[in-house]
């Protein structure tokens, strides 16, 4: 069996929707290759087509198949108040006839805007909290759970960024997307890149990894933690998800695969760097790509600084996820 079907066998049993049009565009950027001196690609997983797009799409169509077909009748999650992933659940939640209650952490805006604004389109109840500390935001959420089930709801509740074992189901799919687009082409990709925040998605790629044996290396860019932090809850949602759909591995296959950088962080999350800036125009000014502030661009940089550094070979074709997020740039 070739890699990406040795993928879809492993899925074939879990129902999933199909709100995510895939498989997303995968191409070569020309201008940028030729400027770095390698040969790159990118995964348009901002062109999902679900919501404005983005890789919280592909966890989401696992998600919400569960929690329609658990007889769940709403949905309830949280993140920052300019969060991609909310911004999805809540129009995922609405167009699957679920309501959606989403806890938005940070300071709220005089006026709302960007993902806030489309949260509000979908038809989202929020719930605002000031306080960014984790315990008092899993507070504020198992409260309104609390608050629902009391009046006899039924809420599904998915963890930010999707980041479970059934969501990072979405990114062990994208692997064989990407095996296929390998297969059918005949360019095999050494490399791919990609931001990693919740950990989701780079977990999904290391367990599709596992599943088929690419022999390439799969570097997630942090943006909110440092490295150690990073590759432990990479390498924990990854071993769920294989746990999850019944695979078993050598544990060394795992762990092998782990690769999270932290040099493109800067000073913390949503905190922009001037790497990130000039990344973001590079890739506008020369592909057409809008990438976004927090995720794509910070991941970005840290692929333009390993290609002027010379840690990619210009003969080894390097594939770098777009992971969507550009509203952000409407904040
Ligand atoms: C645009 C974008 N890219 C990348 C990520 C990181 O994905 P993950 O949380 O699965 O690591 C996110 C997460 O919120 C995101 O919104």
Redesign the pocket.
Known sequence: MNKSDLILDCLKEIPVLEMSILPTPLHRLNNMSARLSIDLYCKRDDLTAFAFG???TRKLDYLVMDAISTGYDSLISFGAVQ???CRMTATAGSVNGLDVFLVLSGEKPGKETSNLLLDRLAGANITFIESTERDDIIKEVNKKILELKNKGRKPYYMPV?G?VARGSLGYIRAMAEIMEYSETSGVDFREII?????????AGLLAGQVICGWQGHIR?MA?SRPRDEQEQIVLEIARDSLDFIGYEYEEQSLTSGIHVDDSYLGDGYRLITPGCRQAIQDFVRYEGIFL?E???GKAAAGLIDYAKKGKFSSQEPVLFIH???SVQLFE
Do not use: C, P
Request: charged content about 10%.
């Open positions: 983005g890789n919280k969060s991609n992933w960024g980041s990609l931001a990693s925040g919740s950990a989701g998605t780079q997630g943006v976004d927090v995720y794509t992971t969507g997020g």
